[in-house]
């Protein structure tokens, strides 16, 4: 990742996470505030529906009032003071409670005993709890009914007259008592009633008696026209209030979808003793709010999104000038590596980064000064050495060549015979040094006209089969990878291993012959009194490594280190030309060497060529 | 009116539990056949359940509508209302009224509406509203008890043990329902017949005891049971009655119409009590009950033998004996109850009237 992109994406993640810390703070704060709004709503709609609930309560209570202070109620209150027969009066509930519109009413006697029942027709001569716990304000009261199921239902007690006979009248609390209560645009409401809303559970080794909570039944939660849908989701909010006994609030969601979430109450409804005998549910939209605060959101979001996109747009202008120079930099030292010391970087400005390009142009001027003097001095030294070593070189032919002519003059003075021998021998002994002379000069040569290599595909294995043979021509191949030792004179040994698989390469067999040739001599010279030479190629990776390892007395760490300059030798007559030659080889293959000399292990050197595509 | 034609009007009046195994006509005679001895049975055949209706006429012609043999006949029924004439050749004379139309399905109050205005004569009074009628200054002919009722338990599936049943019989408050259902009109019984007919009902106990159904109900608790009562309301508000008494001793019972149960655990039925003939009475009541205990003898040890072993068996328990009441209205003369409980027609007359 260049620099302009690790600034850009600094700066853009440092903007877009100062915008989304923004963003984020500001839509917690609006939903928190949305959210309050919303429960002091949902508080005030709770309110008004418990006070509508409490009007309702009211009118049970004012109807039958009304009914037992009616005249039909006292002269039936009298009569059956008086007479003591309920026969007649059978069905005098039913009549009152059609005329009162009540859904239950229950004219009990003197001894609390029912004299008519309106729900219940044939409960006359039943005693009724209730007309006994009488109080004036309504109560919520369970009524079994005739087919044997049960009715939850709203009731008021009231005695006739100054008599003890009372009415017990009620409104049952079902979906059209739902139905008639008012509610505002968006309130739903609905009531949870169970027969058996809390049964008791026994410990039997205590002996004590707990309450325990029916199952949530969702098809008892009743609307006013109906099963409430999605039931099921009111059950922790319903469950909670039957088991507090306190209203309990929450947020539903029926549908999964937020727009449709409810914020729900629960107001437990409770009979004269305590117990939950029923929960009323009061359930407010939130799909106002939670538009608004998707409105909110999408805003906010649109905001953050422009502002984060500004700041990549200035964040990426901000990278590029701040990283261009660098990269001017950075692209000029890529240039001075690669041996373009006369690239310039233009300073711009007064910044770190102006005398950052100021210091990179002393330096390229520095270095290409100090290149040139090295240059020199290493010209200037390079042709001392020459100068040395050809004077070395050509110093010894010489001296016998000057000896020779010596003898020649002061053999002028010999009888003709003499002459004619010391002639003869001297003529011989100047031809012998002549062409020592001339292959001394041929070496040089050499090196100096070094030609360009042929490449051709060639197997790297045949190339050291080849340089074994012309050193050890009694090797005899055996088997795949390796061939027998041999030698050549009792006391070198020689062993050759290459893989069997096939090593191609792209190169001069007879310049690669001529390298390979250089390093067995080499080796075949550092052991004077015998040893192992073993020549291999093995395919390594993308390469092919071709080893030539001798067994002698090995190099010090400083002669490895100078052994490819040319004319370093540590040999006593050699030019110092052999290595430089094949590192030559070697760089024209595209390849490299290098040389392992462990003390007292001997030496190896290691050719590393390309192997080419198969 | 032949042999053939009885044939037809008895095999038509019974098609099933027939006293009688098979009948035919032989020439003007009628021959019953039977696997047992028939004592009663001229008493059978004079209930209202064998009238004989004239289903073919003297030319052979089979009418559209029955028209009738006895005072009165057949003229027309539309729309509920059934229109008929006096019988010219009745073998019992000529009746004084000339015609009797006869609305159906009209409700009670409406009826006595009818006779105080002067639009009927006689209205019907069911027995729990015998007292209102007389509030209500009504004239009110009221005959001795002619309908049991009686609840009928299976002896099959829940109520297979006798012991529950027992315990099912002695649950039953008959007062409250003697005194408040039907306003004290009638006769608590634990007899199939009333003690005006036999004499010896007094010695079947009707007292509730609830304690002993307990006690016989034991730890069994049988599985919900169903009460099939008739439509009317206050049969319904007496088989609601009886469910609750039950549910006291420990019976689960939901009341049904019996329309809708015809295979119910138990039923509130009301049976005729029909004719003075103690024996034929009670066979009579049997049959209606679906029972086929065979009387053994006239005489009130038999009777009561035969009484006592149907009602040991506890699956019919007698409630109340019922009368059965009329209002009539200030025109009517000389109207007679029949031993069934309705109106003799034939020998009533209106004043004012030729």
Redesign the interface.
């Known amino acids: 990742m260049s620099l302009r992109q690790k600034l850009l994406l600094l700066f853009s993640l440092t903007v877009a996470a100062a915008v989304a810390a923004v963003a984020w703070t500001v839509l917690v704060r609006i939903r928190h505030v949305f959210e309050i709004r919303d429960q002091e709503e949902t508080a005030l709609f709770v309110s008004q529906f418990q006070r509508e609930f409490q009007h309702r309560s009211a009118e049970v209570a004012a109807a039958v009032d009304h009914l037992a202070a009616s005249e039909r109620a006292r002269a039936m209150a009298f009569e059956l003071a008086q007479s003591g027969d309920?026969?007649?009066y059978?069905t005098e509930a039913q009549s009152m409670a059609q005329d009162a519109q009540l859904d239950f009413l229950e004219i009990v006697g003197a001894d609390g005993k029912i004299v008519s029942s309106a729900q219940?027709?044939?409960?006359?001569?039943?005693a009724e709890p209730a007309a006994a716990n009488a109080s004036t304000t309504p109560f919520l009261k369970r009524e079994e009914l005739?087919?044997?199921s049960t009715a939850l239902g709203l009731f008021a007690v009231h005695a006739v007259g100054g008599t003890e006979v009372r009415l017990i009248g009620g409104e049952r609390l079902d979906q059209s008592f739902l139905a008639d209560l008012p509610v505002a645009p968006g309130m739903q409401i609905g009531l949870y009633s169970d027969a058996n809303s809390l049964t008791t559970t026994v410990n039997f080794s205590t002996g004590a008696s707990t309450p325990a909570l029916t199952a949530f039944d969702p098809p008892r939660l009743l609307g006013p026209s109906g099963a409430v849908p999605a039931a099921i989701q009111y059950k922790s909010l319903i469950d909670a209030a039957r088991t507090s006994g306190q209203q309990v609030n929450g947020i539903v969601n029926p549908t999964g979808r937020r727009e449709d979430s409810l914020n729900a109450t629960a107001i437990p409804l409770k009979n004269e003793q305590g117990n939950v005998m029923a929960v009323l549910v009061v359930a407010i939209s939130r799909s106002g709010m939670v538009e608004a605060q998707q409105h909110i959101r999408a805003i906010a979001y649109g905001v953050a999104a422009g502002g984060i996109l500004l700041a990549v747009l200035c964040s990426l202008w901000i990278a590029a000038r701040v990283s261009r120079p660098i990269e001017q930099l950075a692209h000029a030292a890529e240039e001075v590596a690669g041996g373009n010391w006369d690239v310039r970087v233009p300073p711009r400005g007064r910044d770190e980064v102006s005398v950052l390009a100021r210091s990179f142009n002393h330096m390229t001027e520095q270095l290409q000064s100090q290149r040139d003097r090295l240059v020199q001095s290493e010209r200037v030294a390079a042709w001392r050495e020459l100068a040395r070593r050809l004077a070395h070189e050509l110093k010894n032919p010489l001296f016998p060549l000057q000896l020779t002519v010596e003898n020649l003059v002061r053999a002028l003075e010999l009888p003709e015979a003499e002459f004619d021998e010391v002639f003869r021998e001297s003529t011989a002994t100047l031809a012998t040094e002549i062409a020592n002379l001339k292959t001394i000069i041929g070496r040089f040569s050499d090196f100096s006209k070094m030609p360009k290599p042929e490449l051709e595909r060639i197997d790297a294995s045949e190339v050291v089969w080849r340089v074994a043979l012309l050193h050890f021509p009694n090797l005899v191949r055996k088997g795949g990878r390796s061939v027998e030792k041999s030698t050549n004179d009792e006391k070198i040994q020689c062993s050759v291993e290459f893989s069997l698989d096939p090593m191609p390469l792209d190169a001069d067999p007879e310049l690669l012959h001529r390298a390979l040739s250089n390093l067995v001599l080499n080796a075949m010279d550092a052991m004077p009194d015998g040893g192992v030479l073993t020549i291999s190629a093995h395919p390594k990776g993308e390469t092919v490594e071709l080893r030539v390892a001798d067994t002698g007395r090995g190099m010090t760490p400083e002669e490895c280190e100078r052994l490819f300059t040319p004319y370093y030798t540590t040999k006593q007559h050699g030019t110092g030309l052999g290595l430089a030659i094949v590192q030559s080889v070697v760089a024209d293959h595209a390849g490299t060497i290098a040389v392992e000399s462990p003390p007292g292990c001997g030496a190896t050197f290691i050719i590393t060529l390309p192997r080419s595509a198969a | 009116m032949n042999a053939a034609a009885v044939v037809m009007a008895l095999n038509t009046a019974c098609t099933a539990n027939c006293p009688w195994t098979a009948v035919r006509a032989v020439g003007s005679t009628l021959v019953f056949t039977s696997d047992s001895p028939m004592p009663n049975l001229p008493a059978l055949l004079a209930g209202d359940a064998y009238l004989i209706a004239l289903t073919r006429s003297a030319d052979g012609q089979t009418p559209a509508n029955p028209i009738g043999t006895g005072p009165f006949q057949f003229t027309s029924s539309n729309n509920g209302v059934l229109t008929l004439t006096a019988n010219e050749g009745c073998w019992q004379g000529r009746p004084f009224l000339d015609e009797i139309v006869i609305t159906g399905n009209r409700p009670i109050r409406d009826q006595w509406l009818d006779l105080s205005v002067g639009h009927a004569d006689i209205a019907q009074v069911p027995p729990q509203e015998l007292r209102q009628a007389q509030q209500q200054h009504l004239a009110v002919v009221v005959s001795p008890p002619v309908e049991l009722l009686a609840l009928e338990v299976s002896d099959t599936g829940a109520l297979g043990n006798a012991v529950l049943r027992a315990a099912i019989a002695e649950s039953i408050d008959r007062g409250a329902l003697f005194n408040v259902i039907f306003q004290k009109q009638g006769e608590i019984t634990a007899s199939l017949l009333p003690q005006s007919l036999t004499g010896y009902a007094f010695l079947f106990p009707a007292d509730r005891d609830l304690n002993k159904a307990n006690e016989l109900r034991g730890g069994l608790t049988p599985p919900p049971l169903t009460l099939a009562a008739e439509g009317d309301p206050t049969t319904q508000l007496a088989a609601q009655r009886l469910a609750l008494n039950l549910r006291e001793a420990g019976f689960n019972v939901q009341v049904a119409n019996a329309h809708n149960a015809p295979h119910a655990d138990l039923a509130l039925r009301k049976l005729p009590l029909e004719g003075a003939d103690p024996a034929a009475a009670l066979e009579t009541l049997l049959r209606s009950a679906g029972e086929n205990v065979p009387v053994a003898g006239r005489n009130p040890n038999a009777l009561f033998r035969a009484e006592h072993d149907v009602l040991d068996l506890k699956t019919l328990i007698p409630l109340l004996d019922l009368p059965r009441a009329w209002a009539i209205g200030s025109r009517v003369r000389d109207l007679r109850l029949r031993a069934d409980g309705t109106p003799d027609l034939a020998s009533a007359s209106l004043e004012g009237t030729q």
């Open positions: 309920v026969a007649a059978l219940w027709p044939a409960r006359f001569g039943y005739p087919d044997g």
